[in-house]
């Protein structure tokens, strides 16, 4: 998995938003050695930042 810069960077060249929320589901991924489904990935995310939906960790 690229680092979180890289992908920050990939996002932005393609002329995309990027998020305070992507940019923790970035680093999340990032962290990981597993391959998490999105339900773990929203549950580790919603702990360090409440107020995330499921909808944000499935779209890209």
Same mark, same amino acid.
């Given at each position: ?11 932005? +060249?393609?002329?995309?938003?990027? =998020? ?8 999340? &991924? ?7 489904? +999105?339900?773990?990935?929203?549950? =580790? ?8 939906? &499921? ?6």
């Amino acid at each position: 998995m690229n680092s979180p810069t890289v992908l920050a960077a990939a996002y932005r +060249a393609q002329g995309r938003k990027l =998020t305070p929320q992507r940019q923790l589901i970035f680093s999340l &991924l990032h962290d990981n050695r597993t391959h998490p489904t +999105a339900e773990a990935l929203y549950a =580790t995310a919603s702990h360090k930042m409440p107020g995330i939906s &499921l909808r944000t960790v499935y779209q890209p």
